[in-house]
């Protein structure tokens, strides 16, 4: 079946260091994949997406690429801030006919000053 | 532009009822998807709809069902309600016919007692 496996959390940082979050997928055909954040309370925005092999996602400083030879989508960020506390999910869609998104368990980020 | 709305924003519940989540997809959007979201997991598809139709659904009871209306919103209905629906109800939309991405809403809580 398709699914999306992510590291687990929470992953815990000081501010300006480097932030990886292993994200790594099953598909059955070739997934368009995205990075959702949330913040507490709140619902799920999209944080950056790529639908082909090869393909760089980036938002906000955060950027993810699709590998499909690893079936990695890996989000990455140079130098964190306080403010990017929150969860962050990776998922995939099928681009045949009525997908649903796949959601990873996501991975929590506490960034501290 | 109004992004994606819900109503309400918390509800309380008892086991055995019966309760009606409601949203409205961003302008211009046609498609609307259901997902539940459980404490510290990541959301699960429930259902989505066009041309208000159900067109997929997820493993999920028959005590879940919904409905698209002319307008393109949509109601989420759970009947008989158990504790173990208490979660985060997220309704995302999109173009059937447009990009991939889906942009979710704020969320319904939902807890049963």
């Known amino acids: 079946g398709n699914s999306v496996t992510q590291m687990e959390g929470p992953v815990t940082l000081s501010e300006e260091a480097f932030l990886t979050i292993n994200c790594t997928y099953t598909?059955?055909?070739?997934?368009?994949l995205f990075w959702y954040v949330q913040y507490p309370g709140e619902g799920l925005q999209l944080l950056l997406k790529?639908?082909?092999?090869?393909d760089k996602g980036s938002n906000k400083g955060f950027e993810a690429t699709y590998r499909k030879e690893t079936t990695s989508f890996h989000l990455e960020k140079g130098s964190v801030q306080v403010s990017d506390s929150a969860v962050y999910f990776c998922a995939l869609r099928l681009n045949t006919g009525f997908q649903k998104l796949v959601f990873g368990t996501g991975t929590r980020l506490l960034v501290s000053p | 532009d109004a992004g994606v709305t819900q109503s309400p924003t918390h509800l309380i519940k008892t086991r055995g009822q019966q309760v009606t989540l409601r949203c409205s997809p961003k302008?211009?959007?046609?498609?609307v998807s259901w997902y539940q979201q459980a404490l510290g997991q990541g959301p699960q598809f429930i259902f989505q709809y066009y041309e208000e139709e159900e067109r997929q659904r997820g493993n999920f009871p028959d005590r879940f069902s919904g409905h698209q209306f002319p307008n393109y919103s949509s109601e989420l209905n759970v009947n008989a309600l158990l504790l173990g629906d208490s979660a985060l109800y997220l309704c995302?939309?999109?173009?059937?016919?447009?990009?991939?991405?889906?942009?979710f809403g704020p969320g319904t809580r939902l807890t049963v007692l």
């Open positions: 598909a059955t055909g070739y997934p368009s």
């Open positions: 995302a939309s999109s173009l059937r016919w447009g990009t991939d991405t889906q942009y």
């Open positions: 302008s211009g959007h046609d498609t």
């Open positions: 790529a639908t082909k092999a090869d």
